[in-house]
Every structure is written in C-alpha cells, then in structure tokens.
T-cell receptor, first 114, second 115 residues
Framework: GAVVSQHPSRVICKSGTSVKIECRSL??????MFWYRQFPKKSLMLMATSNEGSKATYEQGVEKDKFLINHASLTLSTLTVTSAHPEDSSFYICSPAKANTEAFFGQGTRLTVV | AQSVAQPEDQVNVAEGNPLTVKCTYSVSGNPYLFWYVQYPNRGLQFLLKYITGDNLVKGSYGFEAEFNKSQTSFHLKKPSALVSDSALYFCAVRDRTGGYNKLIFGAGTRLAVHP
C-alpha cells in the first residue's frame, strides 16, 4: 500500500480568501500527483496533473490561475484555491502516482466558501 | 474515447443477501480496471483490480469482481452484504494517455444495505 496524508480535512473560508491544501506521500516519492474534484453526489473529475519540479498540466475547463498547484518536492504537492467563491465549494482529493500499483488517495478536503 | 459507465445511481439490498454493482467500460486495447469505495467525507479506498489473468478477481472485505471481455463489464459482487458495506462505489479504468495511476471514474453507485 501507500500512505497519503491530505490536510486539512475540512476548511471553511470567506469568499475572496485563498485556501491551501497539502498532500503528502509519506512512504514513497511521487514524481506525479493527481488532483481531483468531487461535486456532491458526483464522480471524481481530474483537475490537474502535477509533476515535481515542473508546471502542472490542467484539464480542459480548469482555471490554472484559480487553482494553483505546486509540486516542489517528491513528497509534497499543494493545491491553492485563490480568491475562493462559493462555487468553489467542493471535495478535493489528491492521488500521488506510484509505479506498478493501484492508485492511492488522500483523505480528501471538504472546502466550504461562505 | 475511454469511458466507464455505472448504470445504477443506487443499489438497495437487504443484509445477508448477495449484492451486485454494475460497471461497463469502453477502452481500446486491454483495460486496467479498478473498484474503489468511498465513505462519507473520506478519500477512496482500493477494493480490487483487474490487470490480467483470472477473470474473477477477489479483493478486500469479501468483494470480488468478474471481468467479462465479451460484455465489456466488470461488475462488483459480494455473496452476503453487510450494513457496513453501505457506501459510494466507483469503477475506474486506467487512462492510457496519462501514464500509470491516472484514472477515469464512473459516476459512482451508492450502495444501501438495509438491516
């Protein structure tokens, strides 16, 4: 298996502020990290793929200036929701890529923008 | 285009009865298929996978799934459901364009097991 730590698990912020979500792979080095967003009662949609030391690749329709991804080390990737609005409220889940095995996921972050 | 379909939004089953959660896929070439379970406000937990080999795959918590190439299906099954199995279940296929671990998910099926 793999140990993935995502923090915070739940955050409430005011509209217009920024929120940072951290994802750590605790027992392996992840050169690639996937960030997913899950709407209520919906499936997971891939937002972006980050690679250590380089710019993230965003899926179509995802605003890269709103969802800033930093993958500065092999064990840590961060997603920052900038100038958050109520429509950004969602469940965000990270998944560090590990070779030759199934995907592992963080515990998720419930973001509520008020 | 690669895709996964879970035709049922919700499945209801009585405790002790067998359960089936359906999944069909559309990929080119041989698929890598997965089942994950999600409890409220939690990330996804891996249940089982099919890469190659036996069509019947056994996984965690007594779950199993059968890969059927002719029907392009990968239904999740359990012989005797527990109330604690109530959760959201996702079928997924590996996205061949994105390297390992990049997944395409089905819409999810909510399983409700009644006492």
């Amino acid at each position: 298996g793999a140990v993935v730590s995502q923090h915070p698990s739940r955050v409430i912020c005011k509209s217009g502020t920024s929120v940072k979500i951290e994802c750590r792979s605790l027992d392996f080095q992840a050169t690639t990290m996937f960030w997913y967003r899950q709407f209520p009662k919906k499936s997971l949609m891939l937002m972006a793929t980050s690679n250590e030391g380089s710019k993230a690749t965003y899926e179509q329709g995802v605003e890269k200036d709103k969802f800033l991804i930093n993958h500065a080390s092999l064990t840590l990737s961060t997603l920052t929701v900038t100038s958050a609005h109520p429509e950004d409220s969602s469940f965000y889940i990270c998944s560090p890529a590990k070779a030759n095995t199934e995907a592992f996921f963080g515990q998720g972050t419930r973001l509520t923008v008020v | 285009a690669q895709s996964v379909a879970q035709p049922e939004d919700q499945v209801n089953v009585a405790e002790g009865n067998p359960l089936t959660v359906k999944c069909t896929y559309s990929v080119s070439g041989n698929p890598y298929l997965f089942w994950y379970v999600q409890y409220p406000n939690r990330g996804l937990q891996f249940l089982l996978k099919y890469i190659t080999g036996d069509n019947l795959v056994k996984g965690s918590y007594g779950f199993e799934a059968e890969f059927n190439k002719s029907q392009t299906s990968f239904h999740l099954k359990k012989p005797s459901a527990l109330v604690s199995d109530s959760a959201l279940y996702f079928c997924a296929v590996r996205d061949r364009t994105g390297g390992y671990n990049k997944l395409i998910f089905g819409a999810g099926t909510r399983l409700a097991v009644h006492p």
